[in-house]
């Protein structure tokens, strides 16, 4: 049985593949927060751009989503 993933392009163009979630979440190195991602397309990547407008470094974020930004646009949908 083959596990489902999302594909994302990095800040640089690269490929990220992560397994998938309804609920994506990404780690930026320099703020050191985990965000929420936009979901991917399902005909192909897209940027891994945060709901607070910031491109990520990896993909899944390392734990809950502690974003500030990012938490306050959750608590808006």
């Known amino acids: 049985m083959s596990e489902r993933t999302s594909q994302w392009y990095d800040h640089m163009g690269n490929i990220l593949t992560a397994p998938y979630s309804d609920e ?18 399902t005909s192909g990547p ?20 502690d974003c500030p930004k990012c938490l306050e646009a959750i608590r808006e949908e």
């Open 24 to 41: 994506p979440t990404g780690w930026r190195r320099d703020d050191r927060f985990t965000h929420r991602l936009m979901k991917p397309s």
């Open 46 to 65: 897209v940027q891994a751009i945060t709901w607070c407008g910031l491109r990520v470094h990896e993909i899944p974020g390392r734990g809950e989503i």
